[in-house]
């Protein structure tokens, strides 16, 4: 699977999982994981097989689980858009009613994303990888 260029330079590796990398969103104003099967030229969910679907949705489900266990957030965004990244990429966003977009979505709602700093990126996808193999 070749990772599209747009995910590679806004985000860090967190996690192999069985079927999906998973990645951090390089946007500090919230806790924000990506999830890419290891499959090629698959755009939609559909595109994946039955199998794999399902091993998405268990996926999801985890680090979901995950983001609910580490931040505590008001509400958990789960989607799928692709309307920019045609590759199948799944996103979990933590979502505070405190947050800088709250109650609005956060996709499209800012011109630029406030980065993470090495230090915080290098710290914040430790916690992960830790909280991942807890529930691996």
Known sequence: MILDARIE?????VAKLP???VYLQNESRFPWLVLV???DDVAELIDLSEVDQQQA???MALTARVMQGLFSPDKLNVA???NVVKQL????V?????????PDPIWGKFSAPIAYSEAEAAALVKKLQAA???VL
């Open 37 to 39: 099967p290891r499959r």
């Open 57 to 59: 949705m268990r996926e």
């Open 19 to 21: 079927l999906c990398n």
């Open 89 to 92: 990429h799944i996103h979990v």
């Open 9 to 13: 330079q806004s985000t860090f590796f």
């Open 94 to 102: 933590a979502r505070f009613a405190t947050d800088a977009a709250w």
């Open 80 to 82: 799928n858009l692709g």
């Open 132 to 134: 991942l193999v807890e």
